[in-house]
């Protein structure tokens, strides 16, 4: 008989939550990866990803995806969820908020290994994707591609 977790932990889960206005407000947490000492692929997809231009205010829009292999943690979803929604109100540009949101995920999972693609829709008529993954994926591993559609106006 397995061992049930405990989740008493947990500020979010299971009770009312609202948005954060900001990313340094969002509170992001872990629960212990159930499967420790297996290397297998978690994807994280967020398909209407907004945040603002720090310059002009106008809404960015971006589709991430977010592959990782986790060690010792995984990341609660909805803490992740409301996370992501903290950037609805948030001036960065693409770079900033793609290498924020890896930096944030590293530092409280430390991953066996993480990658993330942020597929930026156009801003002055020029698409921006940015990509970044802490080194190469266990060779052991199956990493599938992201397959992300491209932008329409793209040759």
Not at 51 to 74: E, H, K, R, V
Not at 106 to 119: E, K, S, T
């Given at each position: ?32 990866n159930p499967a420790p000492g297996k290397h297998y692929i978690v994807r ?14 106008q809404p960015d829009f971006a589709y ?92």
């Amino acid at each position: 008989m397995t061992e049930t977790p405990s989740y008493g932990h947990l500020t979010l889960l299971g009770h009312p939550a609202s948005q954060p206005g900001n990313p340094d407000d969002a509170q992001l947490e872990r629960v212990a990866n159930p499967a420790p000492g297996k290397h297998y692929i978690v994807r994280l997809t967020c398909p209407e990803f907004t945040s603002l231009c720090p310059l002009t205010g106008q809404p960015d829009f971006a589709y991430l995806m977010i592959d990782y292999i986790p060690n010792g943690w995984i990341v609660e979803s909805k803490s992740f969820k409301l996370l992501m929604a903290s950037y609805r109100n948030h001036g960065a540009f693409h770079e900033a908020c793609t290498m924020e949101i890896a930096g944030k995920l590293v530092a409280l999972l430390d991953p066996v290994w993480l990658r993330i693609g942020a597929y930026w829709y156009p801003r002055g008529g020029i698409p921006i994707d940015v990509f970044w993954q802490t080194g190469a994926a266990p060779a052991d591993v199956w990493v599938p591609a992201q397959e992300v559609p491209h932008y329409r106006g793209r040759g």
